[in-house]
């Protein structure tokens, strides 16, 4: 009988059982590295624990009883002074009008110096290729500082208001959607770039004819996503004195009981608001992909 697996010819067959016990002895060893692995994490866990217990200034465990003590006191006078919610939600309007503002502001000039970035030091793209690695640097730099402390450092400079807020988060926002559009635009199609090159096409000409509309579609969603994070951002900038709402929910929690009527409303403005952009963004994300997938 012809041994179909292993052809006609007589010769020495491999040893099913040699290579499960192979296999097995391969399994054992990940389960070895993956279980020294965890116990190497807890550890770090519990020391990184037990080292910021020790240094804060009063006891994890003692304060965790007064967890849920803070917000039981704010719905509590909320729900109290809740007649006066209609009334702080539209005064507290325009300061949310504003972080809206900065957070929209902040991811065009972003997503537009992203797509620069990106173009710049995507490989194969880029009209200098030398410079792919500074600009990759640069992103990396704009990614790995927090907005927060470029907004401290823009206060100094050019005093508190939504400008410095806007620069903060624009920054950020160029090197984590220049990450994301160079890996787009690598995966683009490179036939229409080198015929626009061959009639003689600029490089401006050859991203804006032969890559922009191939990653458009994924680059939209990645703004559109980015202008989430935006909006918490700007809220949270406020707390340095940014403007927008965030400001204001500082005050308001600074002078604590007797405003936290203030503090609930400036809450649900902000979830509303979030989740209003979260549903459109999401529904725009939908049919930009929808439309990309039929085109």
């Given at each position: 009988m012809v041994d179909i697996a292993f052809g006609p010819n007589e010769g020495p067959r491999p040893d099913p059982s040699s290579r499960h016990g192979a296999y097995m002895a391969l399994v054992r060893r990940r389960r070895l590295y993956g279980a020294i692995l965890l116990v190497i994490f807890l550890a770090l866990m519990v020391s990184g624990f037990r080292l910021a217990d020790a240094r804060n200034a009063g006891g994890f465990w003692e304060?965790?009883?007064?967890?849920?003590?803070?917000?039981a006191e704010l719905f509590s006078e909320a729900w109290r002074d809740r007649a006066n919610l209609p009334g702080l939600l539209w005064q507290f309007l325009p300061s949310l009008v504003e972080t809206v503002n900065i957070a929209l502001v902040a991811t065009l000039i972003g997503s537009l110096a992203g797509a620069l970035l990106a173009l710049l030091s995507t490989t194969g793209l880029a009209p200098w290729p030398r410079l792919v690695w500074p600009f990759r640097r640069l992103?990396?730099?704009?990614?790995?500082?927090?907005?927060i402390v470029i907004a401290l450092v823009l206060i100094y400079i050019l005093g508190g208001g939504p400008v410095p807020a806007v620069i903060a988060i624009a920054i950020h926002i160029a090197g984590a959607l220049g990450k994301?559009?160079?890996?787009a635009a690598e995966n683009a199609d490179r036939k229409?770039?080198?015929?626009?090159a061959s009639v003689g096409a600029t490089w401006g000409q050859r991203m804006w004819l032969g890559v922009i509309p191939q990653v458009a579609p994924n680059w939209l969603s990645y703004t559109l996503l980015r202008l989430e994070i935006s909006v918490r951002a700007s809220a949270i900038l406020g707390f340095v004195g940014e403007g927008g709402i965030g400001h204001d929910l500082k005050i308001a929690m600074q002078w604590g009981q007797g405003r936290y009527d203030e503090v609930?409303?400036?809450?649900?403005?902000?979830?509303?608001t979030i989740v209003v952009i979260d549903q459109i963004s999401g529904a725009l994300r939908q049919r930009?992909?929808?439309g990309a997938h039929h085109g």
């Open positions: 304060g965790l009883p007064m967890l849920g003590a803070f917000p992103m990396d730099i704009c990614r790995a500082i927090p907005e994301l559009f160079s890996e229409p770039v080198e015929g626009l609930a409303a400036i809450f649900l403005l902000l979830f509303l930009i992909v929808k």
